[in-house]
């Protein structure tokens, strides 16, 4: 389970303290899919980098499974996202020199497996995303949907309980977006935690809930699908995302 | 696939950029490489032109002038014979060889000749005290004498390469060669000399100088025909050229306070000049390499960094500690060393090999030990000149990283 604890981060922005996130206090269950909303600039990628233990909280706990996130040292927090949690980047981010099973190997080997397990594993998870024949393809020579599969495959390569999602599908056409939402549904009945950012209301309503973000502040939340939960309905967060 | 794959396609995807730095690495190691090769080739050629020579220091007496540097023993000056056990005796360091001479005129064949007494070498060693404290017991060959043809040949070449020989016996003696032909003598002949016969054992080959007209005999026979006691005209002392540098000249005659001490000044010091010159140019390349290489490499990695923020958050992302981002850029650091200082090594060798001939006349060839030096003087100027960069890039916040772009 997941457990922010009164959490806030506060940036400084010309000598002035900006609060990216406020007193945020929250339990995420293992298996959950939660949809995190909200306009741009209200906190969300930073939300996202918290429970990722890549920035540091202001104040407040983030807990991961009982243990503090922060009271790690910086070394421990990479060795536990190595082994926990999986980044999904609404750019990809894939390694613009390697190949599509390189750029999937990378998380393999910086967790020191064989170069022939790291191969076989690479290649299963790209056939499960169908890229069987786009392996030794460089992220330029594929398509963006292609390389938002490969970026999924990459994440999944060493199994992560938790996956963060920052608008993975914010650069795709609505057809391969669906893909993508589809697979991340799958994820989640594999047992998966997914913490997923959108603006995209639809998407959102594919989340078993979905959070509202807006200053730093968690205002409600609740299921986005009708039956799941209690909270804001995908109606109500449309008009605080404008769209 | 290996973190070394990963630095291997990244040097070949950014090679452009890299380019710059490897050329300046390139070349300043190939200068110095080129510098070092023919210096060391220069400096043999030196030694061995010195060696040709023979000796290269003379004492004299105080009075004596120098104006033929062979012919300086022959002024009817003399200084005691005991000045060869304080110079045998002393802790003089860079003395190879020393002969004491002392030379009367004689008359043969209705000719003038110089007959010149000679200590062999046996002598010098016979005697325990020179021998135990003396010049024989210290490393002999100080690198004057390097890979002399014939030495181990017979008297006669040491002789005239050397300035000594082993063994001289009481009535033998050897002849110049202009001396053997205008006398018609030939080895195994007896020749008389200021009223005693001598058996000539070898005639020497040409020289050139006046010792073409010389009869050699032994130094102590010489002295009891002459009448004169135990006296000298000359010491003549093959020094190494290096302890010349370091004033040997200068320390002979503070031993020897009452004798005159020349040395074939124009030719050390062309050597010493041209030591200087190549070492102050291989500390200025150096100095190149570490200003200009490491500023072009550090500026590189700087900038590499900064471009490859996002990769490296996204690294950071997928679970690579810092201690992997730091080895990434120091395993890059190392490459470009070895290959700029294997390179260097390569062009250097050929630039030497080519340029040697005709800048310093002398023929180079390759050498290994440059490229153990090349290789570490380039590795360690890549790996210095990253290490802040690479720290940098270790110590990136990711989160800012990937949000940034």
Redesign the interface.
Known sequence: MIALESVSKHFQHRGKAVAALAGVTLEIPKGDFVAIIGPSGSGK??FL?LL?G??TPTEGKVRIGGESLYDLS??ER??L???KIG?V?Q?F?L????TAL?NV???????GLA?DQ?KRRAEALLGRLGLSDRLDHKPRELSVGQQQRVALA?MLA?DPALILADEPTGNLDPETAEGIMDFLGELNREGRTIVMVTHDLRLAGRAKRALRLVNGAMQANGPARPGVGEGASVAENKSLCGN | ???R??VW??I??RKNQLATSFVAILLGVSVIVAMKNITFYSEKAVAYQLDALGANVLVLPKSASLQDYYGADMQNEEFPEEYVARLTTSDLQGLDNLSPKFSVPVEAGGRRFILTGILPKNEFQAKAVWQGAGIFARPAGCGVAVEVPGATAPAKETLVRKRVIQSLGTNEVMLGADMAAALKLTEGATVPLLGRSFTVTAILPQTGTVDDSRAFAHLHTVQQLAGKGAVLNAIEIVGCCNQISKGLVQKINQLLPDAKVATITQIVDTQIKTNRMMGRLSLLFLSIIVLVGGASIANYMFANVFERR??I????????????VLRMFLLKALWLGLAGGVGGYVLGTAMAAILGPRMAGVPVLPMLTPLFWAVGVAVLVCVAATYLPARRAARL???AA??E?
Do not use: C
């Open positions: 990628s930073t980098h990722g890549m920035l910086s070394d990479s060795v996202r190595k082994k980044f980047f750019t981010n390694v613009p020199y390697l390189e190997q990378v998380p393999l080997v910086l967790a170069e790291q990459r060493n | 696939m290996k973190i794959t990963l396609r990244e070949f995807e996002r990769e958050g996204t690294l950071m992302a997928l679970g690579a500690g810092s201690r992997v916040d990711p989160s990937l949000q772009i």
